[in-house]
């Protein structure tokens, strides 16, 4: 049956795998292509503006479709338990979000041939960027696995955006390195801030897990919508 719902939710949220992966490709191209600035710099800049954007798409519907479309009653007469719902759609979501850095790092990797930058780097610089954005995701699941509407989605996510820049704000001006550690974009600064990668690695991995049960708890415990 797990099998079943996994299956479900990929067929609905391909479109957004193909979406992304298609203006990912496109993007990769035309500036590893015309080589205005570095292939270091057009990876920072492709993998930047894919770590929002990438997000905010497999947020916008993930949770709120079934509750906006008042079908939400329907899913949950499918007789498995509630949990099982909800990480189908997380899973097929964070898949997804994978998937797409590793296509468009693949495609880097491809295109530059190590002309500029060691073999391997920008691959592993799309991965580091694709754990953030797969962390702020699961941070979005908290917040907004109880979303009404897209409207909400978005504003759960862009709270998340921000409120987690202000946290990396915040502790670098007070040199406050634990909080760092638990800021997801500290994935993608680890080698130009005070944090060590295993310390990063394990406490990004304990949040994770700590925020993924608490947004399981809270989709599992809808009723007013039933």
């Not at 109880?146 to 007070?174: K, T």
């Not at 634990?178 to 990004?204: C, N």
């Amino acid at each position: 049956m797990f099998a079943m719902l996994l299956w479900k939710e990929w067929k609905e949220n391909l479109w957004k795998l193909w979406f992304c992966g298609a203006a990912s490709v496109v993007f990769t191209i035309m500036l590893f292509r015309i080589r205005i600035i570095p292939d270091f710099a057009n990876c920072i800049s492709i993998s930047f503006i894919q770590i929002f954007a990438v997000p905010v798409i497999y947020s916008l519907d993930i949770f709120s479709g079934e509750i906006s479309n008042r079908t939400v009653h329907l899913l949950f007469k499918i007789p498995v338990p509630r949990w099982m719902l909800f990480f189908s759609k997380y899973i097929v979501s964070a898949v997804g979000i994978v998937l797409i850095f590793l296509i468009s790092g693949v495609l880097m990797e491809f295109i530059s041939r190590g002309r500029e930058a060691q073999v391997l780097f920008l691959l592993k610089t799309n991965l580091l960027y694709g754990m953030a954005a797969l962390v702020l995701f699961t941070w979005f699941c908290a917040f907004g696995c109880q979303s009404r509407s897209e409207a909400d989605s978005l504003v759960a996510m862009f709270g998340v955006f921000i409120g987690w820049g202000i946290i990396l704000l915040w502790s670098g001006l007070c040199d406050v390195t634990w909080a760092e550690r638990f800021v997801p974009y500290s994935l993608i600064l680890m080698k130009t801030i005070d944090v060590g990668p295993v310390g990063t690695a394990f406490s990004q991995i304990l949040a994770s897990a700590g925020v993924l049960g608490i947004a399981c708890y809270r989709y599992t415990s809808i009723r007013r919508y039933l």
